[in-house]
């Protein structure tokens, strides 16, 4: 099973990122799947998640209207669309199927927001 990140960067403020997670070892069609992100000394948190029917979205307070997940089966991936960036938004993005199948992490993708 592996996850990999991708998509992260440096932007300002008010900019838009899209991150990718596709997975090898199972397949996302399978399972609700989750966006966290950690920010330096600070826990993980929970950002959004789909579940497995791509049918119902969560979304963590702080990104509520400003973020959006979703899916690709057929390329075994799952995205993060993020508008309207805020440096409070900068942190190490990572996925992962959701809870209680969480499997091993990958190595994240960064996203840095700044002026």
């Known amino acids: 099973v592996r996850l990999v990140e991708s998509g992260g960067g440096v932007v300002q403020p008010g900019d838009s990122l899209r991150l990718s997670c596709t997975a090898s070892?199972?397949?996302?069609?399978?399972?609700?799947m989750s966006w966290y992100r950690q920010a330096p000394g600070e826990a993980r948190e929970l950002v959004a998640d789909?579940?497995?029917?791509?049918?119902?979205?969560n979304y963590a307070n702080s990104v509520e209207g400003r973020f959006a997940i979703s899916r690709d089966n057929a390329k075994n991936t799952v995205y993060l669309q993020m508008n309207s960036l805020e440096p409070e938004d900068t942190a190490m993005y990572y996925c992962n199927r959701k809870e209680p199948y969480t499997t091993s992490w990958g190595q994240g993708t960064q996203v840095t927001v700044s002026s």
């Open positions: 789909i579940n497995w029917g791509g049918t119902i979205r």
């Open positions: 070892g199972f397949l996302v069609s399978r399972y609700g």
